[in-house]
């Protein structure tokens, strides 16, 4: 492997004009797992020159909350420090069952969940947990700071919306309502160290008669990227949370995903997934914001 330049800017303008330096051949690194594992197994091309690590930025901390509630994980947030964050395990059921999941103790110690959501694959089980809480990337250049909402962010099988010299600084969740709940589920041959066949992940809010006032469904490994399935969450809204609904809903997303056929499982296989485990996973989100509701009156 050719030497490679590691560089540690300070703050997030510096980092973002090393990157535009040499756009193709720059990379920013954050836990590394992800890049570094897939660069020295040839899948990076061109294989990056230049890793800007953001270890040396200063950050207001690692999992906060803003005064409106929502909830912000830095860019340098690992998966280890999610899972055990009793607040997220508490209002995002499924971001914290998704990051407690992927690969393994060591992996999870160094791995982030913006690292995650930036190595848009389809395969990533943080990125579809963060999908279905709409959440938003906070971006940074080397002037300005926007948000990009994920249902925008990717844009093909390891490609996202970024531009070079452009860096994700965090990711940030609306608050839940009250009466909602939410769960993941992830399908494979293997329970840990591999990617899933398909992931799923979904939110539910009641209202105050226990209707669905809103429902969020994401899924992976069933498309080029992560995605949301806005046919299927429509068709739930009003209904009250039950299974033939949501069996319904899982039909229509079942109907509505590209999967593909690989190693991993056939597109017929991955299509049944949907439409078996999708209803179930629907269920565990209702049931919690049911549970949730029960607590909070
Ligand atoms: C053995 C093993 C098992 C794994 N198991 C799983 C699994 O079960 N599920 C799963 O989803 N993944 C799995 N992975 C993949 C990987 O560990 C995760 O995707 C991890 O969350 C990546 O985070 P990271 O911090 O290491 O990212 P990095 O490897 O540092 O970065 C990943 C990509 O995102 C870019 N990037 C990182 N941070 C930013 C930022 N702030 N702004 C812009 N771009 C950024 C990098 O340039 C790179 O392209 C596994 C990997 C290994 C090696």
Redesign the pocket.
């Known amino acids: 492997m050719a030497p490679v330049e590691l560089l540690t800017p300070t703050s997030w303008s510096e980092a973002a004009l090393l990157l535009q330096e040499s756009p193709e051949t720059s990379?920013?690194?954050?836990?590394?797992?992800?890049?570094?594992?897939r660069t020295f197994m040839g899948k990076v091309s061109p294989a990056p020159r230049r890793l800007v690590s953001?270890r040396a930025i200063p950050s207001m901390g690692t999992i906060w909350r803003a005064d409106d509630g929502s909830l912000h994980l830095h860019?340098r947030t690992t998966?280890a420090q999610i899972a055990a964050d009793p607040a997220v395990r508490e209002t995002y059921p499924a971001l914290h069952e998704a990051c407690t999941?992927?690969?393994?103790p060591q992996?999870r110690a160094?791995?982030?969940?913006?690292?995650?959501v930036?190595?848009a694959?389809p395969?990533?089980?943080?990125a579809v947990a963060a999908l279905c809480f709409g959440g938003t990337a906070e971006v940074v250049d080397d002037h300005s700071a926007f948000d990009v909402p994920l249902v925008s962010f990717f844009t093909g099988p390891r490609t996202t919306c970024?531009k070079p010299g452009q860096?994700?600084r965090a990711l940030r969740f609306p608050p839940p309502s009250p009466r909602s709940g939410s769960a993941f589920r992830r399908v494979g041959t293997r329970r840990?160290?591999?990617?899933a066949a398909v992931i799923l992940a979904a939110s539910v809010a009641l209202d105050a008669a226990g209707r669905i006032e809103s429902a969020e469904i994401a899924l992976g490994s069933v498309a080029p990227t992560p995605i949301r399935v806005t046919e299927a969450e429509t068709r739930l809204l009003g209904q009250a949370p039950l299974p033939a609904g949501f069996a319904e809903a899982a039909r229509i997303a079942s109907a509505t995903c590209d999967p593909i056929s690989d190693i991993r499982a056939s597109a017929e296989y991955r299509r049944q997934v949907v439409r078996g485990v999708l209803p179930l996973v629907l269920q565990q989100a209702a049931e919690r914001a049911m549970a949730a509701e029960r607590q909070g009156s």
Do not use: E, Q
Request: glycine share 12%; proline share 0%; net charge negative.
């Open positions: 990379a920013v690194l954050a836990g590394g797992t992800d890049l570094m594992s953001l860019a998966l999941r992927i690969g393994s992996i160094r791995a982030t969940l913006v690292g995650n930036c190595s694959s395969a990533a089980d943080g970024l860096i994700v840990a160290m591999d990617c």
